[in-house]
């Protein structure tokens, strides 16, 4: 088996509100926020946000992730029929492999 050479990769930081940011352009924004200089607006508001989605199984229990490899042609069957039932594709999943095991109502 051959192996692969390693690939180095550029990370990039993002935020719904803004472009990507480089590790260096992080450091530079905490460098100036750390700075003497910055001054924090007295209206402002710090958020915090939980970390991941909502449990599946019990509030602060993590839910373990599935993963399957499936043809092209069956995702896309499985992308319409979520589209037309209004639901997500993941909830079409949780749904038939409840089936499957004999618990639809989990």
Known sequence: MKMMEPVEYQPIFTTPEA?????????????EIESDDYDIPEDAVMLIRPRGRQSLTAPGVHSPLVSTRVPASLLDMLKARAASEGISVSEVQRRALCNYVGHPDL
Do not use: N, R, V
Not at 19 to 31: C, H, M, P, Y
């Open 19 to 31: 472009e990507g940011f480089t590790q260096e352009e992080i450091d530079d924004l905490i460098a």
